[in-house]
């Protein structure tokens, strides 16, 4: 049986206290690059910025119209860094790379000559596998506060 699609809809202000319950789970801090809990205000006053700025773009990914994700993608010319945290109920079921598929088709309409990247803390095997299958290619590391990054790269449109 084909499983439903994934959708992404523009994120809003209502949907700021849903963001901050998937940002905020402990494996999502866990694999951030900065790891510690957020305050919801802290979150509220990021939130409506990231919001109000042309160049950053936040999607709620859906499956049967239920929210199940979010995706965003901050643009910086024509280099975007993208990146995506699920339910956890919503896990390991090809959504993650659906919604990160459309994010990349979205993106690459904008800039199809762009290149946009993700930055993967070393160990996330979920994270490094969705983005594998969605085309992505290893294209460099950092190291930030002792933690190592990887920073995988996609240059077209993916086409699954
Ligand atoms: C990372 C994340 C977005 C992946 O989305 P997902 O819907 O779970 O992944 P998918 O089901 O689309 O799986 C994509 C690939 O990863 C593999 N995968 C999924 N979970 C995995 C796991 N825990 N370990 C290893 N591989 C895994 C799948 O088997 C699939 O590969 P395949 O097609 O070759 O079988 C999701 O797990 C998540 O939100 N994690 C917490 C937040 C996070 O780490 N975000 C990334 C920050 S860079």
Redesign the pocket.
Known sequence: MSQPDVQLRRAAWADAERVWS?NN?P??RR??MNPRPIALPEHERWYRARLEDPRYHIWIAQVLGRDV?VVRVEESDAVGTV?????RG???????????GHACRAFFERHPAGALD????NG??????????CGFAPHGADVREGRTFMQYRIRKEPTG
């Not at 919503?90 to 959504?95: E, P, S, T």
């Open positions: 998937w789970a494996e999502v694999w951030s994700g990146s995506i945290a699920l339910e919503a896990r390991g079921q090809g959504l993650g790379r659906r919604a990160l993700a930055w993967i803390a996330n095997e979920a994270s490094v596998r969705c983005f594998e299958r």
